[in-house]
């Protein structure tokens, strides 16, 4: 068994041999992915177990998220633990390529990419039609500040989903913890909504979701502002540094997520942009308070921006947890 000081510093070798290859690679859909057998694993139980009474569907929603989430950290442990059995390199291999698996740093940089281009060539039906792809709302009608409201909206909060929370995660536990959180952030995908379906047998799922990313978020929030200094400094954008923590500690809170109005927050105080408002579900409106101010009209170069905004968070967030980790090893090793 590998001691602790020694697994820190590995770990954080191997966190970032998967960025690259997720930078590198990204998803790609001819390769097995874990978050699809989660995924289906997860609808076969809820077919099963989300019927009868609300307090049964409550019980059995509970088990639901018990089993996924502590079944996919076992299954990938052992997994793990049978290769580096068979070879220690091989279980590394595995490691890292499961890690990568939980991060979406080039697929979530695509998709506002796929929204800006036609977006900024005035292409509103296919800039909205890619805006479909990744968001619930209702896309069609937006227009060019509706659409970029969307995608910045979309890059900010996944920020987090995609990519701080699964580096949190992965760095504390490995691959094994970091896919114990994509099981996390699946279930609230799939069955963590208020509705007359969900609202009981997804309770456990939606309220796990908030726990596990409550501090993510809010790391991701402070990685932001301090990408948003040195982008600033440097010159590549002329973003709107000051008082912008403050200003997202007080808005942030107004988000009907407890976490999801950190990321948000913290871009619409930097771009000098208005998030949030009201967004169309089936044609039924949803009014959601507003964040930051109007400053500046939202418009495509406002994606760009964001994408750079989450491209600077998450490279702090491993610079900070690099320092850490070293001064740790260092510390007690």
Same mark, same amino acid.
Not at 183 to 197: F, H, K, P
């Given at each position: ?15 970032? $041999? ?81 890690? !990568? ?43 060019? !500040? ?31 913890? !970091? ?120 418009? $495509? ?33």
């Amino acid at each position: 068994m590998m001691p602790f000081s020694d697994y820190l510093p590995a770990i954080l070798v191997w966190v970032t $041999v998967a960025i690259v290859i997720d930078l590198i690679v990204g998803d790609p859909r001819s390769l097995p992915h874990p978050v699809v057998v989660i995924g289906r694993g997860i609808s076969a139980l809820e077919k099963r177990w989300n019927q009868g009474t609300a307090k049964r569907r409550w019980r059995l929603g509970f088990l639901l998220t018990a089993v996924i989430v502590l079944g996919t950290f076992s299954v990938s442990w052992l997994v793990l633990a049978l290769l580096t059995a068979l070879h220690p390199w091989l279980g590394v291999a595995a490691e890292i390529w499961l890690l !990568a698996t939980t991060l979406a740093i080039k697929g979530l940089a695509e998709a506002g990419r796929a929204i800006a281009v036609p977006l900024a060539k005035g292409d509103l039906p296919a800039a909205r039609q890619a805006l479909g792809m990744i968001v619930g709302r209702d896309t069609q009608g937006l227009d060019e !500040a509706e659409i970029t409201r969307g995608a910045v909206e979309t890059v900010a909060e996944n920020t987090v989903d995609g990519i701080t929370a699964p580096l949190f995660f992965a760095l504390i536990g490995g691959a094994p913890l !970091a896919l114990a959180y994509k099981a996390v952030n699946t279930l609230d995908s799939m069955v963590g909504y208020r509705n007359a379906r969900y609202n009981d047998f997804g309770y456990a799922s939606a309220k796990l979701d908030d726990v596990a990313n409550w501090l993510p978020a809010r790391l991701t929030a402070l990685c932001l502002w301090f990408a948003g200094l040195l982008l600033r400094v440097s010159g590549i954008l002329q973003l709107r540094w000051r008082g912008a923590l403050r200003d997202t500690c007080r808005e942030a809170p107004r988000h009907p997520s407890p976490n999801a109005g950190w990321p948000e927050a913290m871009v619409a105080r930097l771009l000098g942009v208005q998030l949030g408002g009201t967004n169309f579900y089936h044609g039924e409106a949803s009014h959601r308070a507003t964040l930051g101010e109007p400053l500046e009209a939202l418009r $495509v170069a406002h994606i760009d921006a964001t994408i750079r905004l989450m491209h600077g968070g998450w490279v702090l967030f491993m610079v900070l947890s690099a320092v850490l980790i070293v001064g740790w090893s260092l510390l007690w090793g």
